[in-house]
C-alpha cells in the first residue's frame, strides 16, 4: 500500500490534496504561484503546521522557477520576494512553523551577499524551499522515535504490555510531509508493537479527526476508535485501565519559550482531564514549530475562524443502502442561523499539563522550575534570541 501524500512535488509543479474532499474523494490541486498556494492554506484544503509551511515556500518556488520574478536588480528581486512571502505569512498566523520558514527562506536569499545575481538568489530559493520539504520527514521519523522511546520508558509498554493513546485533530501524513508528528509516535509504536489501540476525537468543529485522522488509522489498518470531543473524558474513567491508557499525543502550531503550546481547539481540555486521571500529556513537534521569542502562551494571537464552520457542515449523501454518493454533497444546518458563534481555532495549554515535549533531537520535560527548557536542544537559536535581548 502506498503512503499517503497531501503534497507532490517535482521542481516546477506543486499539487496539494484537497483535504475538503476527503475521505471521500481524492483530488489535487495545482498550485502554481502565491495566491494559489495563500487560498490553500486559508480555506483549509491543506492545514498542519509543517504542511503550511512546505506549501507556501514551495507555491513561491514554483511561481518563481517558471519566471515571474519581480525585479532586475539583486535589491528588487529581494524585496519583491520578500513581499510576497510576507503575504503568504497571512494566511495562517497562528503556526509558527510558517513563520519560521519565511525566516529562513529571507537568510537564505541574502546569503549570496554582493556576488549575487538575480539568477543566484532565485535559484537559493528554490533550492531552500525544497530542503524545507526533504527535511521534514527525517524529522517526523525522528520525533516517531523518541516518542515511541519516551512512552515505552514511562509506561513500561512491550510486545507484551502494550498502550493505548488518544490524539486529537490530525497531525499525520496529511498534516506533513509524511509519516507525521503525533501521529508519526503512533505508526512507531504499531510498528515497534507497542500499540494496543488508537483513540482519536472527532475534532469539531471542522471535524479533522473524523474526516482525516480517522481516514489515516483505517487506510493503515491501525486499531481505532473514533469518539467525539465530549467523550473523553467517560473514556478515561471508564476503559482506561481496561485499556492501558496511556498518554494523550496530540501535535503543535506553536510552542513558546516556557512550553506552553497552541494547537487546535479542545487540546486544553484533553491535558486537564489527562492530568485527572494520571494519563500522560506528550506534545509532537518539530523545533520548527518551537517559538523561543514568545515567553508565555499569553503572547500567541490565536486566530477565529467563521460562524458557519459551527453551524452548517457539508458531507457526502448516504444513499438508500447505506453506501456514500461520492458524487453528490450536500451543506446543511446543524443551528439555528442567527445564533451568535465564538469560533476560535485554537486553545493554548499551559507547560503545567505537558508531560514532554518531544522533537526531532530528542523529548524535553520540564525542568524543577515547571517549565520547558529547549536551549540544549535549539542552542544555536537560543543564542540569538539572547543576544537579541
Known amino acids: 500500500m502506498s503512503a499517503l501524500q497531501a503534497i507532490r512535488y517535482t521542481r516546477g509543479k506543486l499539487e496539494v490534496l484537497d483535504q475538503l474532499r476527503l475521505p471521500h474523494e481524492f483530488h489535487y490541486d495545482n498550485v502554481a504561484n502565491r495566491a494559489e498556494a495563500w487560498d490553500s492554506i486559508y480555506t483549509m484544503r491543506v492545514r498542519g503546521a509543517p504542511a503550511i509551511a512546505i506549501v507556501a515556500s514551495l507555491g513561491l518556488a514554483v511561481e518563481l522557477h517558471s519566471g515571474t520574478v519581480t525585479g532586475n536588480t539583486p535589491v528588487e528581486v529581494i524585496a519583491g520576494i520578500d513581499e510576497a512571502l510576507d503575504y503568504l505569512k497571512t494566511s495562517r498566523p497562528t503556526a509558527v512553523d510558517l513563520t519560521n520558514a519565511i525566516n529562513q527562506l529571507k537568510a537564505k536569499i541574502r546569503a549570496g551577499g554582493a556576488s549575487a545575481t538575480k539568477e543566484t538568489i532565485v535559484a537559493a530559493f528554490i533550492e531552500e524551499a525544497e530542503a524545507i520539504f526533504e527535511k521534514d520527514l527525517k524529522t517526523n521519523q525522528a520525533i516517531g522515535e523518541y516518542g515511541a522511546e519516551w512512552l515505552r520508558a514511562q509506561a513500561g509498554a512491550s510486545s507484551e504490555k502494550q498502550v493505548s493513546v488518544l490524539t486529537h485533530c490530525n497531525t499525520g501524513s496529511l498534516a506533513t510531509s509524511g509519516h507525521g508528528t503525533a ?19 472527532e475534532t469539531r468543529p471542522y471535524n479533522q479527526g473524523s474526516r482525516l485522522t480517522a481516514f489515516e488509522l483505517v487506510y493503515e489498518k491501525i486499531p481505532s476508535t473514533l469518539i467525539t470531543d465530549s467523550m473523553a473524558a467517560s473514556l478515561f474513567r471508564t476503559r482506561g485501565a481496561e485499556m492501558n491508557i496511556a498518554a494523550v499525543i496530540v501535535g503543535a502550531d506553536r510552542v513558546v519559550r516556557n512550553g506552553d503550546t497552541a494547537n ?35 503572547g500567541i494571537k490565536i486566530e477565529e475562524r467563521k460562524k458557519e464552520e459551527l453551524t452548517q457542515v457539508t458531507g457526502a449523501v448516504i444513499k438508500a443502502d447505506g453506501t456514500v454518493d461520492e458524487s453528490s454533497k450536500v451543506r446543511v444546518a446543524t443551528a439555528d442561523q ?29 525542568g524543577p522550575n515547571g517549565v520547558f527548557d529547549f536551549s540544549k536542544i535549539m542552542p544555536e537559536r537560543w543564542a540569538q534570541v539572547q543576544a537579541q535581548q
Open 338 to 366: 442567527r445564533i451568535d458563534v465564538w469560533n476560535p481555532a485554537f486553545d493554548v495549554t499551559p507547560a503545567a499539563f505537558i508531560d514532554a515535549v518531544v522533537t526531532e533531537k530528542g523529548a524535553v520535560e520540564k
Open 183 to 201: 501521529l508519526g509516535i503512533i505508526r512507531t509504536l504499531r510498528d515497534k508493537s507497542l500499540l494496543k489501540h488508537a483513540f482519536c476525537t
Open 264 to 298: 487546535k481547539i479542545g487540546t486544553y481540555q484533553l491535558a486537564v482531564l489527562a492530568k485527572q486521571h494520571g494519563i500522560k500529556f506528550i506534545v509532537a513537534a518539530p523545533t520548527t514549530s518551537i517559538d523561543l521569542v514568545t515567553e508565555t502562551g499569553d
